[in-house]
C-alpha cells in the first residue's frame, strides 16, 4: 500500500494535473492572503422581528452608509447619500416612489447608475474578481463585471463604457439593473454573518427570517434557548412542542404556526373554547396591543388550555428523566385544589386562578383523554411540517451551541460556573461534563435527537433540547428555574425570581473570562467573546463591552418586548479589517417610512478595538486553511519536479 502522503498528493493531483496548473493556484491563494479581511456582521436575539432584521441586513449596520461616505466624501449632501443609501437597500419601491415625481426618469437613472456603479467598485474592491464573479447576478454578470472593473482615466473604453449604460437605460433595463447592481453592493459590504442566537419567539415573523437566511451567501448560526426549543418541537418532543405553542399565544402569535407553518390549532381551539369559555383567564393575559377581538378573546383561552397541558406534560417528563434532577420544578402534585393553594419552599400561597377542570388531583400530570388526542395529532402536525423540518435541518447544518472564529467565541447565553468562578461540572445522562466538553456533548444529543436510529437514544436527544430550554445547568438558559407557574399563578414577586447564573457575576472578571477562552483554545491576549440572551439595559447606563473589551454582550433588545427595559432595539457588532465596531440602534419603524422618508435606522457607532495594522486575510482562521492549502500544493509542485508524481497532460 502506498504511503499516505503519496496517496493524497495523487489525489490532488487530479485537480492541478500539471506544474503549471499547481503554481497558478499557488500565485493565486498567495495573493488572496495579503487581501483585506472580509466584513462579518454579528446579531443576536432577532425575536422573530423580520422588518427590522431586513433592514439591518440590507445596510450592514451601516456598512453601506460607510461605503458611500468613503466614495462621496464631501462632494454629496447628506440628504444625497441617504436617498442613494435607500435606493440601495429597497431599489424596486423607492424607484416606483420617483416615478411619481420625476419628470425625465432617464437622466435620473443615468445618474444613479454611475453613482452605484461606483459605489459597487470600492465595495467589490478588496476581492478578488473571482469571488466577485461568483456574487455577481446571473441576468447582468457579464455587463456588471465589464463596468466595476473599468479603470479611471482609460479614454480608450469610454466611450465603450458609456455606450453600455445608455443601452441599459434604451432597451428599458436600468430598473432591473439597479436592482441588481443594489442587491450586488448588500452582497459585498458583509462576507460573513454570525447569528448569535434566537430566532424565534417574541416577534410575528421568524419563519421569514429563516427563509431570508437560506439565501444568504455566507453564515453562520449559535443556537439560542428559543431555537432549541423550536428544534425539539420540530423532533416531535412534547415539551417543547406545548411550550413553542404556549409563547405564540402569549405573545398574539399563532398565526406563525398556523399561517406560517401550516399546523392545525383548531382541535386545540375547540377544546379551549368548550374547556375554559366561561373563565376569564385573568392570568393568561397576551402580550399584545389587540386585547379586545374576539380573537384575541379565543387566544386567551387556547394560552391557559397549553399551559395547562405543558405543566402536565412537563411533569412527566420530569418523571421520565430523572437524571435530570428537575423534581422541584413538578408543580401541579403541591396544589392543594380544595384551598387553591400551593405549597413551595415550605411556604403556602394562595393561587391566582383555581379552575383547573382538566387536573385530576389524584393524577395531575396525567392529560385527559382529549388532551392527549390534542398533543399526539400537534406531534404529528409539527414532526410531519415540511417547511418546519426544513428551516430545522438548515440549524442544523449551519448551527451550533458555539463557534470560534477569527480569535472570537461565539455563543448565546453562558457558560455555566460554580460560585467561585470554575467551571461547573454538570450531569448528563450519568455521566459529568464542563466547559466545552459539556457544550460539545450537549450538541452531540439535539442531533441525536433527530438522527439516531436508537430509539432510546432518539428520545433521550429530545429530552436534551427540553433540558436546554429550562435547565439550570444549561448554558443557553443560565438561571436557577424558569418560573413560568409562578408568573402566571403567583402575585408574589419573589417567586417570580430567576437567579442567574454566577457567569455573569464574574463577566467583568478578566480571570474569569480569560479561562473560558482557554478552555475554548482561544488566546486572552488577542480574544474576544461575543455573547447574547441577556438583554444590556442602556437605558440604566449598562454598557455591552464588558471586561476591559474582552466580552461584547450584543442583546439590546432587538424585539419590540425588549425595548422598554433596555431603551434602545438592539446592538449589533461589525469586525472589518480595521478593527470592531459596535453599533446600538433606535427602534426601527417601518419598511414603508424607511423607503418614503428615507428614515435608515438611527444607529450610533463605537469603536470597540481598532487595530494598528489592517487586518488581512492571511490573519484569519480562512487564511490559516489557505497557508495549509498552498504547503500542500508546495509539496506536489515539489512531487512533480521531483518526478515521484506524473503530470497529466
Avoid at 385573568?282 to 399584545?288: A, E, M, N, R, V
Avoid at 414532526?383 to 435541518?393: A, D, F, I, T
Avoid at 443557553?476 to 442567574?500: I, P, S
Avoid at 482562521?621 to 500542500?632: I, S
Wanted: hydrophobic share 35%; glycine share 6%.
Amino acid at each position: 500500500m502506498k504511503e499516505l502522503k503519496t496517496r493524497y498528493l495523487e489525489l490532488l493531483s487530479d485537480l492541478y494535473p500539471t506544474i503549471a496548473a499547481a503554481a497558478t493556484e499557488i500565485i493565486n491563494l498567495q495573493a488572496i492572503l495579503n487581501l483585506p479581511k472580509g466584513t462579518e456582521h454579528f446579531l443576536t436575539d432577532v425575536h422573530g422581528e423580520y422588518e427590522a432584521f431586513s433592514h439591518v441586513l440590507k445596510n450592514g449596520s451601516g456598512s453601506v452608509r460607510r461605503k458611500i461616505e468613503d466614495v462621496f466624501g464631501n462632494t454629496m449632501s447628506a440628504r444625497d447619500k441617504r436617498s442613494l443609501a435607500t435606493l440601495i437597500y429597497y431599489p424596486k419601491a423607492k424607484m416606483d416612489l420617483v416615478k411619481q415625481t420625476e419628470t425625465n426618469m432617464e437622466d435620473w437613472y443615468r445618474v444613479h447608475l454611475y453613482l452605484l456603479i461606483e459605489v459597487s467598485k470600492r465595495a467589490a474592491s478588496k476581492y478578488t474578481r473571482s469571488k466577485v464573479r461568483k456574487a455577481l447576478p446571473r441576468d447582468f454578470a457579464y455587463v456588471i463585471e465589464e463596468l466595476i472593473t473599468e479603470k479611471s482615466g482609460v479614454q480608450d473604453k469610454e466611450s465603450y463604457y458609456n455606450e453600455i449604460i445608455s443601452t441599459i437605460i434604451r432597451i428599458g433595463r436600468a430598473e432591473e439593473f439597479i436592482c441588481a447592481i443594489s442587491e450586488l453592493i448588500q452582497r459585498l459590504v458583509v462576507d460573513h454573518l454570525h447569528i448569535v442566537g434566537d430566532i424565534y419567539d417574541r416577534g410575528p415573523g421568524p419563519h421569514i427570517i429563516m427563509d431570508k437566511l437560506m439565501t444568504y451567501h455566507s453564515l453562520d448560526i449559535q443556537w439560542g434557548n428559543h431555537d432549541v426549543l423550536w428544534m425539539g418541537a420540530a423532533a416531535g418532543q412534547a415539551g417543547c412542542i406545548a411550550n413553542v405553542i404556549r409563547i405564540c399565544a402569549r405573545y398574539g402569535n399563532l398565526d406563525i404556526l398556523e399561517d406560517g407553518y401550516g399546523i392545525n390549532l383548531l382541535p386545540l381551539a375547540t377544546f379551549a373554547l368548550r374547556t375554559y369559555g366561561d373563565d376569564p383567564c385573568t392570568c393568561f393575559q397576551l402580550k399584545t396591543e389587540h386585547r379586545d377581538s374576539e380573537e384575541m378573546r379565543m387566544n386567551l383561552r387556547i394560552h391557559k388550555a397549553i399551559s395547562i397541558i405543558q405543566f402536565k406534560v412537563e411533569g412527566q417528563i420530569i418523571r421520565r428523566q430523572k437524571s435530570f434532577h428537575l423534581e422541584g420544578r413538578a408543580l401541579l402534585h403541591r396544589i392543594n385544589y380544595e384551598k387553591g393553594t400551593i405549597c413551595l419552599d415550605g411556604r403556602e400561597y394562595q393561587l391566582l386562578d383555581t379552575s383547573f377542570p382538566t387536573v385530576d388531583p389524584g393524577d395531575p400530570y396525567a392529560l385527559s383523554e382529549e388532551e392527549q388526542e390534542i398533543m399526539e395529532r400537534l406531534e404529528k402536525a409539527f414532526v410531519n411540517c415540511e417547511k418546519l423540518q426544513q428551516h430545522m435541518r438548515f440549524l442544523l447544518a449551519k448551527g451550533s451551541l458555539y463557534k470560534v472564529y477569527n480569535n472570537n467565541l461565539l455563543y448565546h447565553g453562558c457558560v455555566p460556573l460554580e460560585e467561585d468562578g470554575s467551571l461547573k461540572e454538570t450531569e448528563i445522562y450519568g455521566k459529568r461534563y464542563r466547559g466545552r466538553e459539556l457544550y460539545d456533548t450537549l450538541e452531540a444529543y439535539v442531533r441525536k435527537g433527530f438522527f439516531a436510529l436508537d430509539p432510546k437514544e432518539r428520545q433521550d436527544g429530545k429530552d436534551i433540547m427540553w433540558y436546554i430550554w429550562l435547565h439550570p445547568d444549561s448554558p443557553l438558559f443560565g438561571k436557577n428555574k424558569m418560573a413560568t407557574f409562578e408568573r402566571y399563578f403567583l402575585a408574589e414577586k419573589e417567586t417570580h425570581l430567576e437567579k442567574k447564573n454566577p457567569y455573569y457575576s464574574y463577566i467583568e472578571n478578566e480571570e474569569v473570562i480569560d479561562n473560558i477562552m482557554r478552555e475554548f483554545g482561544l488566546n486572552p491576549e488577542i480574544g474576544h467573546i461575543v455573547n447574547g440572551h441577556v438583554p444590556v439595559k442602556r437605558k440604566d447606563g449598562e454598557s455591552p463591552v464588558k471586561c476591559g473589551g474582552k466580552v461584547m454582550v450584543i442583546d439590546g433588545g432587538f424585539s419590540k418586548a425588549y425595548q422598554k427595559q433596555t431603551g434602545i432595539a438592539g446592538y449589533t457588532l461589525i469586525y472589518n479589517s480595521y478593527g470592531l465596531l459596535l453599533v446600538a440602534h433606535e427602534p426601527f419603524e417601518s419598511t414603508e417610512a424607511a423607503i418614503a422618508k428615507e428614515k435608515d435606522i438611527h444607529s450610533e457607532t463605537m469603536v470597540v478595538k481598532r487595530v494598528l495594522k489592517r487586518v488581512l486575510v492571511g490573519d484569519t482562521d480562512t487564511g490559516k486553511e489557505l497557508k495549509e492549502q498552498v504547503a500542500d500544493l508546495e509539496r506536489l509542485l515539489a512531487a512533480y519536479r521531483n518526478g515521484e508524481i506524473t503530470e497529466k497532460l
